[in-house]
């Protein structure tokens, strides 16, 4: 069962505009999330992450929010461009049950020139 | 420091026949997990050790899958026999051992392709 899902398997935005990816997930005792990028032929990367005492959190152009009640995060890129084309993973982890990162199927984000 | 290192970057074999992936994690980090890619289930967890002990297993898919860790600087995800199914990336990755496992930030491999036949 995915605890985690990104609904969206693929996503097209023009350069300069907000890229909006989002993330479910179905596990309360969630308490940390993070987004990895990947780009083709490489391991993901560390993009940004957000503990639950939080609702954003800011790094440059990239921003992830958090509702807990509704259980879904965010990521928005602004302004977008080309280079942030690539797959975007989101992932969780419950620290009182393994604190092991799951992780979601992943949004392929491409932007367009 | 060159990051995780994965070898082979790609394997095509024929199913039975056995899958050796290996992994040289990041110098000084305790963690190291082995991932698995699909298009259907994402980025699967498969296992992961602590200083070189194995902590979960329970994402192994079956019995045909197993991980060593020999000492800090290498670990092996081997399947015997191998199946069509089991084709995907593996990705191995590691991370420091200060703080939350769940939190730490995962530096991963460039991951090995693998085909079944």
């Known amino acids: 069962d995915q605890q985690v899902k990104q609904n969206s398997p693929s996503l097209s935005v023009q350069e300069g505009r907000i890229s909006i990816l989002n993330c479910d997930y179905t596990?309360?005792?969630?308490?940390?999330f993070l987004w990895y990028k990947k780009y083709p032929a490489e391991g993901p990367t560390f993009l940004i992450s957000i503990s639950s005492i939080k609702d954003k959190n800011e790094d440059g152009r990239f921003t992830v929010f958090l509702n807990k009640s509704a259980k879904h995060l965010s990521l928005h890129i602004v302004p977008s461009q080309p280079g942030d084309s690539a797959v975007y993973f989101c992932a969780a982890s419950a620290e009182s049950s393994g604190d092991k990162l799951t992780f979601g199927t992943g949004t392929r984000l491409a932007v367009r020139p | 420091d060159a990051g995780v290192i994965q070898s082979p970057r790609h394997e095509v074999t024929e199913m039975g026949q056995e899958v050796t992936l290996r992994c040289k994690p990041i110098?000084?980090?305790?963690?190291l997990f082995w991932y698995r890619q699909t298009m259907m289930r994402g980025l699967e967890l498969l296992i992961y050790f602590n200083n070189n002990v194995p902590i979960d297993d329970s994402g192994m898919p079956e019995d045909r899958f197993s991980a060593k860790m020999p000492n800090a600087s290498f670990s092996t995800l081997k399947i015997q026999p191998s199946e069509p199914r089991d084709s995907a990336v593996y990705f191995c990755?590691?991370?420091?051992?200060?703080?939350?496992?769940?939190?730490?930030?995962?530096?991963f491999g460039a991951g090995s392709r693998l085909t079944v036949l």
């Open positions: 596990n309360s005792m969630f308490d940390y």
């Open positions: 990755a590691s991370s420091p051992g200060t703080g939350r496992p769940g939190a730490n930030v995962l530096t």
């Open positions: 110098s000084g980090h305790d963690y």
